[in-house]
């Protein structure tokens, strides 16, 4: 069996950086325990489970920008044999995501051996990114979309920020089994007339950062401590690095979720599908975690006699 790389995290962080006097902003995102987490129960080909991880890390540095509760979702829409991809960040770094696809298109790309190279412009196809961010407290709503362009989802991001937020951003990503790593950086506008350092200045500094991270080899970001990549990539900058938050992964589903689900199917129904299948289990659509309910646990739900189970000829 594969064993992850020495230095690999085993910790999940977001740290927020700045360059030049706030001039060109950034985040650095690295997940292990939460990646392995989210995809525990999940069944994903290794180029699905590579781009299921870039686009979390991808929903991890565009929450980092939040500044208010509420939730950030990255959805790319294709006609590639990864329909769809769909990744999910609260502003306190609360993740979870979904791939669907067709598996027997991926597994004829497997036979490809430009899909391994980059698996995300063989599999996404034509179609859009959606990045969609809802604020609790405001009960507001924004939605940005762009074609997936450049081959890859840091070219799409970049694309995103650039026609959709106007703020010129570069973007590295990589997912393995193990864990996966992400590097943004962006040159900030102008607030109110006050320049916190020249146009030129900034410009330069930002084209700096854009080569130094256009650099980093996808090894080196998943694997390399970060306070070492961060000198290595930005040696010469000043580089100031802001407090760092832990990232988890935390699906919405549960028992009791899973139980109001079923009381909406109704008794009848319920009562069918034990008769069927000799219990009721319910997957979640996000994390595929299995929820089993035995006849006398979903007969329960709806204070139905369990003396006789349905299918059965037993009585309990």
């Given at each position: ?11 999940d962080i ?41 686009a ?7 929450a ?35 791939a ?5 298109r ?23 990114l959606?990045?969609?961010?809802e ?36 973007v ?40 130094a ?39 919405r ?35 595929h ?10 007969l ?17």
């Amino acid at each position: 069996m594969q064993q992850p790389a020495a230095g690999r995290a085993r910790i999940d962080i977001v740290q927020r950086f700045a360059v030049k006097q706030q001039s060109v902003r950034g985040q650095f995102v690295r997940l292990g325990p939460a990646w392995l987490a989210l995809r525990e129960h999940g069944d994903y080909p290794e180029p699905v489970r590579r781009m299921l991880g870039e686009a979390v890390t991808a929903a991890v540095l565009l929450a980092s920008t939040l500044k208010f509760q509420g939730e950030l979702t990255l959805q790319l829409q294709g006609d590639g044999a990864v329909r769809l991809l769909v990744a999910q960040c609260t502003n306190d770094f609360r993740i979870r995501a979904v791939a669907r696809f067709d598996r027997e298109r991926v597994e004829a790309s497997l036979r490809d051996t430009a899909a391994l190279t980059d698996p995300f412009a063989v599999l996404a196809g034509a179609g859009t990114l959606v990045v969609t961010v809802e604020a609790d407290r405001l009960a507001s709503r924004y939605q940005g979309v762009v074609p997936i362009s450049g081959g890859s989802l840091a070219a799409s991001l970049e694309h995103y920020f650039e026609t959709s937020e106007q703020l010129p951003t570069a973007v590295v990503l990589g997912a393995d089994d193990f864990g996966t790593a992400g590097l943004l950086v962006q040159r900030m506008p102008d607030h109110g007339g006050i320049v916190t350092a020249s146009v030129d200045t900034a410009k330069q500094t930002f084209a700096a950062a854009r080569a130094a991270i256009g650099g980093v080899q996808r090894d080196e970001l998943l694997a390399r401590p970060p306070e070492d990549l961060m000198r290595r990539v930005f040696n010469g900058l000043d580089v100031r690095v802001h407090e760092s938050h832990l990232v988890g992964f935390r699906c919405r589903c549960s028992r009791e979720r899973v139980s109001g689900m079923l009381r909406s199917l109704g008794l009848e129904e319920v009562r069918s599908i034990i008769a069927e299948q000799q219990s009721v289990t319910v997957t979640c659509e996000f994390c595929h975690r299995p929820w089993r309910f035995d006849p006398v646990d979903a007969l329960q739900l709806f204070g139905a006699p369990v003396d006789q189970v349905p299918g059965s000829t037993t009585l309990n």
